[in-house]
């Protein structure tokens, strides 16, 4: 198994966390709150600049590795647009972007954007999906709107895995902001005269917060690498991940509410625009229990495979 990304795909996502800085940063989600129709122009030249859409992520090893990156340096920037399901396109079929739905109430944070959506669900049905109006201002919905589905073939289980993972590394980008948000936070805030990163319970939360995070990274690079080397599990490493990511952002969300106080929930903390807007990656296409439920549907009593399973059921390993 390969242990990191390589040496051209850390430098290409610490190029794109440059580029996303210098076209507004933290800024981008509140302009595109502002004008949500402008979202797509607002963001628009910095991905050509990155060649973004370029990238071929199901052809090339490490083109996927790339999309990994971009991914996780717009969720470290909250980026108000859905970077990881266009890089999910399928190749069979001419679409703009992939978007993996609930069997009910199928939605996802597309509104606004006139592009063309495939959707699938878990068990790879495969539809044409169009964004009905979103139910609220993005304010309240984060740009996540009902889908209409016209149904089209049952052929989208080779585009789950993908669809799953390349989201969890943005929702990784934006464990890694909060993270440093806290750790800011606390270096500088002071109680009873000292800082509150002196005081050991607060080193407690965030050692707490910092080991889900740095699990959920490990988790992530195995299951792009499950997806790299076709391995026939590479769906149960997707949902598993998925699990890992949303229990590790609710720790790590509840520790940098906790240590911020109430300003945490202030639009005045970029925390509070972090918090928000990690909401649909959590709860689409389905949340904790759901993802819970699918995972164990998936490998039922034979468990996850993992690394040291005997040759003959792990490819060779």
């Given at each position: 198994m390969k242990i990191d990304l390589s040496n051209e795909a850390k430098d290409y996502g610490h190029a794109a966390l440059r580029a996303f800085e210098s076209v507004g940063g933290d800024g981008l989600v509140e302009a595109a709150e502002i004008n949500p129709d402008e979202r797509d122009r607002?963001?628009?030249?910095?991905f050509t600049e990155l060649g973004a859409w370029d990238l071929a992520p199901r052809k090339d090893d490490d083109e996927l590795e790339a999309a990994a990156a971009l991914c996780r340096s717009a969720g470290y920037w909250a980026v108000p647009y859905p970077?990881?399901?266009r890089l999910s396109k399928p190749v069979d079929l001419d679409f703009d972007g992939l978007?993996?739905?609930a069997d009910n109430k199928p939605s996802a944070a597309v509104s606004g954007l006139e592009l063309r959506w495939l959707a699938t669900t878990l068990g790879g049905h495969r539809s044409v999906a169009v964004a009905r109006p979103p139910v609220g201002s993005p304010r309240t919905s984060a740009f996540v709107a009902?889908?209409?589905?016209?149904?089209?073939d049952a052929n989208g289980?080779?585009?789950?895995a993908l669809g799953l993972v390349l989201p969890c590394w943005t929702l990784l980008g934006m464990l890694d902001r909060a993270i440093d948000l806290t750790r800011s936070h606390v270096l500088i805030r002071e109680q009873f005269g000292k800082?509150?990163?002196?005081?050991?319970?607060?080193?407690?939360?965030?050692?707490?917060?910092e080991a889900e995070r740095s699990g959920v990274e490990v988790l992530a690079k195995y299951a792009l690498w499950s997806i790299e080397t076709g391995r026939p599990e590479a769906i149960d490493d997707a949902l598993a991940l998925r699990l890992a990511a949303i229990e590790a952002a609710e720790t790590v969300f509840r520790v940098a509410h906790q240590l911020h106080g109430a300003s945490g929930f202030c639009d005045e903390t970029t925390l509070s625009?972090?918090?928000r807007y990690s909401l649909?990656?959590?709860?689409?296409?389905v949340g904790l229990s759901a993802t819970a439920a699918a995972l164990t549907d998936q490998v039922g009593r034979r468990g996850l495979t993992g690394l040291f399973a005997p040759a003959d059921e792990a490819g060779g390993l």
């Open positions: 607002l963001l628009s030249g910095v970077v990881a399901e978007l993996v739905i009902p889908l209409d589905l016209q149904p089209l289980l080779a585009d789950v800082p509150l990163a002196t005081l050991q319970g607060v080193q407690f939360q965030l050692t707490d917060a625009w972090f918090s649909p990656l959590r709860r689409l296409p």
